[in-house]
């Protein structure tokens, strides 16, 4: 099998897929899901340029640092907003702010580090969400819910990092067809992960009531 071609083609489904997604989430006006549209535009912009310049001009930019960066910022963001931690706004800033520090100072920039802490710890919010969810919202029906998807979206590309991070990327380090399998992995798991934000755009399209369960959920408090 030619995994190499595997790598290619689950790169531009990916970035394809960011773009449709994005597309797609231009019409969301809710604070939460605008979080994630431009998630969705830092992404594909970030891959966009990395391809470019690596196909075309055999460079290689270092554009995945930049996109953590910002990853983590914009989640801490979003999760803060549908876990309802609005009254920790100086701590969530505090949490960014440090962040991006020790990305600096400790891991001095390294994709690998940033990518595994950034996948266990949305891993655990995602997860966190679904305790929320299960425990408090009371969702007639959870697949008519975006949060629904756009969290599941998160879990598995976020759980499957993780794997990905501590498996395929070690013996990538061996040998070079490893490296492209791993890569491979990580692009389908981008690929699932943007289609699953693009099916909550479209169902927030259709049923732009959707937040209201949410506001339900302020009520009881």
Do not use: C
């Not at 990916?14 to 809710?30: C, D, E, N």
């Not at 969810?133 to 959870?142: A, C, G, L, Q, R």
């Amino acid at each position: 099998m030619d995994y190499t071609l595997y790598y290619y083609i689950a790169a531009f489904l990916m970035l394809l897929s960011s773009g449709i997604a994005f597309f797609i989430g231009l019409r969301q006006s809710a604070g939460t899901l605008r979080v994630v549209v431009i998630y969705l535009l830092v992404s594909f912009l970030s891959d966009l340029i990395f391809r470019i310049a690596y196909i075309f001009f055999d460079f290689y930019i270092k554009t995945g640092v930049f996109f953590r960066l910002v990853e983590f910022v914009l989640l801490i963001e979003f999760y803060s907003l549908i876990l309802q931690l609005k009254k920790l706004t100086i701590f969530k800033r505090f949490i960014q702010v440090i962040s991006v520090v020790l990305y600096i100072v400790i891991f001095e920039f390294d994709l690998t580090l940033m990518r595994t802490t950034n996948s266990v710890f949305f891993s655990l919010l995602s997860t966190g969400f679904f305790i929320k969810m299960i425990m408090e919202m009371k969702v007639n029906d959870p697949l008519k819910f975006p949060l629904f998807w756009i969290n599941a979206a998160f879990l598995v590309y976020f759980s499957g990092s993780v794997f990905f991070s501590l498996s395929f990327d070690i013996l990538g380090r061996l040998h070079e067809m490893s490296a492209v399998l791993s890569f491979g992995f990580h692009n389908t798991l981008g690929l699932a992960k943007n289609i699953l934000i693009a099916i909550a755009f479209w169902i927030s399209y259709k049923h732009s009531d959707w937040d209201k369960s949410l506001l339900e959920i302020k009520e009881r408090k």
